[in-house]
T-cell receptor
Framework: AQRVTQPEKLLSVFKGAPVELKCNYS??????LFWYVQYSRQRLQLLLR??SRESIKGFTADLNKGETSFHLKKPFAQEEDSAMYYC??????????FGPGTRLSVLP | KAGVTQTPRYLIKTRGQQVTLSCSPI?????VSWYQQTPGQGLQFLFE???????NKGNFPGRFSGRQFSNSRSEMNVSTLELGDSALYLC??????????????FGNGTRLTVT
């Protein structure tokens, strides 16, 4: 069965510091991974997906099949990055399995 | 394009009652998924409809049901409400293809409180 873990419930960093949000998965097939973000008082929205191999708002994520990870990284955190971040793994029928989420707090 | 719209935003119901939630997807999206979000269990998949057919279903009791209309709008129904059904119910639409899977676009959710 699919499973997504995010070991940190809360991650606090200072503005300008690097940030890494961890995501590990278990899946028997060929995985596709997504990161979703929820800013305060806003709806859950797509941040990035691994097949696009793009950088969004300075964030990047690399799929590491050997370590079954899809960690989200940003070299210099900004206060506006404070939000809830979810890693997700889809399967047939748009059944996305979401991790428990990590709350990122960027301190001034 | 207008985003995913869910109505109502808030609902308060009593145990034993039933409730219907509505979702209007982004124009052109044929897939509508429903998720339950709670502090303890996080985001859990309920079911997905594509072109009026249920394609996939999560591990929820039969009290949870849904349907999709020809215009892709979807409704979710919960019968015989229990206190544990209190949650934020999220609807998401997508083009429904995959793999590669198209991303989900979420609504603001319906906050259901069961007393």
């Amino acid at each position: 069965a699919q499973r997504v873990t995010q070991p940190e419930k809360l991650l606090s960093v200072f503005k300008g510091a690097p940030v890494e949000l961890k995501c590990n998965y278990s899946y028997s097939g060929s995985p596709e991974l997504f990161w979703y973000v929820q800013y305060s008082r806003q709806r859950l929205q797509l941040l990035l997906r691994h097949i696009s191999r793009e950088s969004i708002k300075g964030f990047t994520a690399d799929l590491n099949k050997g370590e079954t990870s899809f960690h989200l990284k940003k070299p210099f955190a900004q206060e506006e990055d404070s939000a809830m971040y979810y890693c997700a793994l889809p399967s047939y029928g748009q059944n996305f399995v979401f991790g428990p989420g990590t709350r990122l707090s960027v301190l001034p | 394009k207008a985003g995913v719209t869910q109505t109502p935003r808030y609902l308060i119901k009593t145990r034993g009652q039933q409730v219907t939630l509505s979702c209007s997807p982004i124009s052109g999206h044929r897939s509508v998924s429903w998720y339950q979000q709670t502090p303890g269990q996080g985001l859990q998949f309920l079911f997905e409809y594509f072109s009026e057919t249920q394609r996939n279903k999560g591990n929820f009791p039969g009290r949870f049901s849904g349907r999709q209309f020809s215009n892709s709008r979807s409704e979710m129904n919960v019968s015989t409400l229990e206190l544990g059904d209190s949650a934020l119910y999220l609807c998401a639409s997508s083009t429904g293809g995959g793999p590669p899977y198209s991303p989900l676009h979420f609504g603001n959710g319906t906050r259901l409180t069961v007393t």
